[in-house]
């Protein structure tokens, strides 16, 4: 197959041709060529690098993991060098080399063959190829990481779900979301703790509040806010008609003391005998807690622990991601649209994705992704979708550095 030729550094088009070498056939070749009692073992510090080598440096996350390998198992696969006068010159193998000097090995097994200076350059022209088509790459992963980092991304997040119109059906459908986030949150490693729950008495929830507790759980989540679609035949349609129900995801990072300070004062706390299913504490004793914050008249109640003094600092840590979240979003209202994603992670209005039942199908409007494996969405595997979300989040805010 013809290779298409790339620009190269200045002044390397006059030093190699434009004919490709097959670098690894080239190698497989002297492999198999070479009897087992013609490898060597040659001492490390003898070998000199191959002085037309044009990658300087190595993935050093793979080199220390290819040298924890080497002094575990040993090299597989002999490097290539050339006899020279001060010892041998590497023809192939440099990544071996490296790791095994790291490893902390004196000796490498090596084939000793003879090489004219052309085919020196040849060889290195092959290798440089190889690292001139990584370069694309590994430019897009650097712009990737020099974008600013989001000071939330690290924290745990409260997630608040609403059933919104269709009645018990939207109730049921917030039902089935927290459950996909608490089955997603499993493959994650993540825990998850339930604040407050609402629910309908068909085992749907009005709406329910929780936690979920891990590393980068917000860097993943925080496309999940906005309003979320289901059509399908509710289970309370006697004549077949498929209706579109909603509900609302609300994603919240956690906040810290530090993030954001409580007036005590402005708090009122209000205590009432728990109702629901439970043990000998609910309708017993005045456990569960409603916490009224005066200045923005947020309410929050809690009733999911025994205790009265858990129940409230569960709503406390409610009411302080809630006013985190209105601080971040007056941050966002005072940036100009032209610097802000395309993909929204704060809107709660916006409707971001539609789960359609008799298509089986999965559609996010946003970065307008579909999929057909909704069953599969249900159980908690949203990988595909997030990383679509991530990718489409950081190819606009690439676009906007550009701008």
Not at 58 to 82: C, D, H, M, R, T
Not at 164 to 184: S, T, V
Request: net charge negative; with cysteine.
């Amino acid at each position: 197959m013809e290779q298409k030729k790339k620009a190269l550094g200045k002044g390397l088009e006059e030093l190699f041709s434009s004919e490709v070498l097959d670098f690894d056939t080239f190698e497989s070749n002297i492999m198999e060529n070479t009897p087992a009692n013609d490898v060597k073992e040659i001492p490390v510090n003898e070998i000199r690098p191959n002085p037309y080598q044009p990658r300087k440096t190595f993935n050093e996350e793979a080199l220390n993991e290819l040298a924890e390998s080497i002094k575990n198992y040993g090299v597989f696969q002999p490097i290539i060098v050339k006899k020279s006068i001060k010892g041998y010159d590497l023809i192939a193998g440099e990544r071996r080399l490296r790791a095994s000097k790291l490893a902390g090995m004196e000796t490498i097994p090596a084939i000793v063959k003879e090489f004219s200076d052309e085919e020196m350059r040849e060889l290195a022209k092959e290798e440089m190829n190889e690292a001139k088509e990584q370069i694309t790459e590994l430019e897009e992963k650097l712009k990737i990481l020099l974008l600013p980092k989001d000071e939330n991304d690290d924290k745990n997040v409260v997630v608040e779900i609403r059933g919104g119109a269709g009645g018990d059906e939207a109730a049921l459908f917030a039902a089935e979301l927290y459950r996909m986030y608490c089955m997603y949150a499993e493959t994650q490693h993540w825990k998850t703790e339930m604040i407050s729950v609402n629910e309908n008495g068909l085992g749907g929830f009005k709406e329910v509040v929780f936690m979920i507790n891990g590393q980068g759980a917000y860097s993943k989540l925080k496309y999940e806010s906005g309003v979320h679609r289901v059509q399908r035949i509710p289970v309370t349609e006697s004549g077949g008609r498929i209706h579109t129900s909603t509900a609302t995801v609300a994603i919240m990072p956690e906040a810290e003391e530090v993030d954001v300070e409580i007036d005590m004062n402005d708090c009122r706390f209000d205590v009432f005998r728990a109702s629901g299913n439970g043990g000998q504490c609910v309708n017993t004793t005045d456990s569960a807690v409603r916490l009224t914050h005066i200045p923005t008249g947020i309410v929050i109640s809690c009733q999911d622990e025994k205790s009265q003094l858990k129940n409230k600092d569960k709503a406390l840590k409610v009411l302080r991601a809630r006013l985190y979240e209105l601080e971040c979003q007056k941050k966002q209202d005072a940036e100009s649209e032209a610097r802000r994603s395309q993909i929204g992670t704060g809107d709660r209005s916006e409707k971001i994705r539609t789960y359609n039942f008799p298509q089986g199908r999965v559609t996010d409007h946003r970065i307008k992704f579909t999929s057909h494996r909704l069953d599969e969405i249900l159980n908690g595997h949203l990988e595909e979708i997030i990383d679509n979300c991530i990718a489409a989040d950081q190819a606009a805010k690439l676009s906007n550095m550009n701008d």
